[in-house]
Every structure is written in structure tokens, then in C-alpha cells.
């Protein structure tokens, strides 16, 4: 747990608030737990914190099952692996990493054997890297447009992590087109509500580009354990 995690959560919060006051969004923080013990969840959690992200499923699999007294709403943000998608469909209530019709054939198959509706963001791979899961910018609206046909999957939004050098260096330009794409979508989709973009590094650029769901992990439990 980051020492300062409390300033921290007090900051996050209040940059949080003024932005939702200037925007007129409700806007959800989900905190990244990967790595983290229970404990540590359930410290957070009894601060009224709701809303959790994990990125791997065995690891995660072990803490939503020992805190399913709790009434937390879990979100799925790592790269999936079809073997995996069943297990991650029981488990999570979001999953913020779907870039292909393959795994949203799955997801939808799945969901409905669960007798659920699953919140899915598209991922975007707004800066074309190699080593990042996602679709084109100009492809999200084909992909989108074939979700019309299920029936257990709800596209809440897309997601994005913009390069680490664009996030460093507040080169804005990753970030003005995913708002303005978000925009669009807004605009003519039904529940199409989130824009997942922003972490620990650069929240306050996404918070400023109309992001409405940031991920934040390593600002209140502090760096990765080995």
C-alpha cells in the first residue's frame, strides 16, 4: 500500500469532483488491485470505495471469491486469452479489453449461459503499438455495429492507454481523438456511457479530455509487488 495512499485517494477525488462539475459527467474511479492481498482491497473498500480492477484471472479469481460478501463491482482490464473468457464471464461484471468479434462471440455465448448482461468497453489501440491489444480507431465503429447482434452484451464505451512517452511528455493529440470519437458514439449509441482512459500517470490529462472512468492503481497501493 502506498503510504500516502489516504492524500492520495483525497486528491484523486477531488480532481475527480471539480472535473465532473466542469464536464457535467458522472465520473467512476476503479482502482487496480493486481498484485494486491485482500487485506489491502478490503482496507480500501471499507473506505466506500466500490469499483476494482484486475488484470490477471487466476490471481484474481481467488480475491473476488474470498470477498464475495462484499457488493463490489469487478472490471476485467487485462489482455484476454480465449481460453480464459468462461472463467473471466463468471467472475467480473466489466470487461474493458474486447478487440475482436472472435472474443465478443464468447463473451455474448457465455454471458448468456451466466444469465447475465456484460458491460464491455471496445480497446483501442490509439497509438498503434506493437505491444498493446487493441483495434484501430477506424475500425471501432465496424466492430461496434456487430454487437447490434447479441443479446448479452452491452458496449458501454472504449478504452484506451495512450503511450507512455504521450502520457510523459502531455502530448494531448492520442487524447483529443479518443474524446472526440467517444464523443460521437455518445451521441447516437444507446448506454454508450465510458470512456476508459487515464492511470496513475495521467489522469488529470484524461479527466481533461473527457475521460469518465480512470483506472488508478500504483498512486494508492503503490508499486507492483514482486
Known amino acids: 500500500m502506498n503510504q500516502n495512499y489516504l492524500d492520495n ?3 484523486i477525488s477531488a480532481n475527480i469532483k471539480n472535473a465532473s462539475l466542469r464536464s457535467g459527467d458522472n465520473i467512476k474511479l476503479v482502482l ?7 487485506d489491502s482491497i478490503k482496507k480500501i473498500y471499507d473506505l466506500g470505495y466500490r469499483s476494482f480492477g484486475e488484470n490477471y484471472l487466476q490471481e484474481a479469481k481467488e480475491k473476488i471469491e474470498s470477498l464475495d460478501s462484499c457488493d463490489i463491482e469487478w472490471h476485467f482490464i487485462g489482455r484476454l486469452q480465449t481460453n480464459k473468457i468462461r472463467e473471466i464471464v463468471k467472475l467480473f461484471g466489466w470487461i474493458h479489453t474486447v478487440s475482436s468479434k472472435k472474443h465478443m462471440d464468447m463473451i455474448d455465448k457465455f454471458s448468456m449461459e451466466c444469465n447475465k448482461i456484460m458491460n464491455v468497453c471496445i480497446q483501442i489501440n490509439i497509438d498503434g503499438e506493437e505491444s498493446k491489444s487493441g483495434v484501430d480507431l477506424n ?15 452491452q458496449i458501454r464505451g472504449i478504452m484506451a492507454i495512450p503511450s507512455k512517452t504521450n502520457a510523459l ?11 472526440e470519437k467517444f464523443t460521437e458514439l455518445r451521441a447516437k449509441l444507446v448506454n454508450f456511457d465510458t470512456l476508459s482512459l487515464g492511470m496513475s500517470s495521467d489522469y488529470k490529462l484524461a479527466l481533461a479530455h473527457n475521460a469518465n472512468l480512470i483506472r488508478i492503481g500504483t498512486l494508492v497501493f503503490g508499486a507492483r509487488e514482486k
Not at 32 to 38: G, I, P, R, T, W
Not at 139 to 153: A, G, M
Open 9 to 11: 485517494l483525497a486528491t
Open 32 to 38: 487496480v488491485s493486481k498484485s494486491q492481498k485482500k
Open 139 to 153: 475500425k471501432v465503429d465496424d466492430l461496434i455495429s456487430i454487437s447490434e447482434n447479441y443479446r448479452n452484451i
Open 169 to 179: 511528455e502531455k502530448k494531448e493529440h492520442s487524447y483529443e481523438l479518443l474524446s
